[in-house]
Nanobody
Framework: QVQLVESGGGLVQPGGSLRLSCSAS????????MGWYRQAPGKQREMVAT???????AYASSLKGRFTISRDNAKNTMYLQMNSLKPEDTAVYYC????????WGQGTQVTVSS
């Protein structure tokens, strides 16, 4: 059974930082491309960042420079370091694993507010 479990979300003030984690089980993690997506209230889900099995990364152009995606294959975990957070970053953040099949986590809420 495949499980993706996100953690690390919460309430943070504008300008603050958070690090999200996505812990995977039931898959050969190193063989999967992984990604972070987010969905704000009333908006469509959008790509935040992706990282391939080989470590190549891609970012939404509006987020590059503030967010950093990484993975630790030994820990079956992917991370998203988020810096200089803005109120518009408020959303539910989801992790995705893709190879021949696609899997999603349940999401973690990030709220940026003073």
């Amino acid at each position: 059974q495949v499980q993706l479990v996100e953690s690390g979300g919460g309430l943070v003030q504008p300008g603050g930082s958070l690090r999200l984690s996505c812990s995977a089980s039931g898959i050969i993690f190193s063989q999967y491309s992984m990604g972070w997506y987010r969905q704000a209230p009333g908006k469509q889900r959008e790509m935040v960042a992706t990282i391939s099995s080989g470590g190549s990364t891609a970012y939404a152009s509006s987020l590059k420079g503030r967010f950093t995606i990484s993975r630790d294959n030994a820990k079956n975990t992917m991370y998203l370091q988020m810096n200089s957070l803005k109120p518009e970053d408020t959303a539910v953040y989801y992790c995705e694993a893709v190879r021949r099949s696609e899997y999603w986590g349940q999401g973690t809420q990030v709220t940026v507010s003073s």
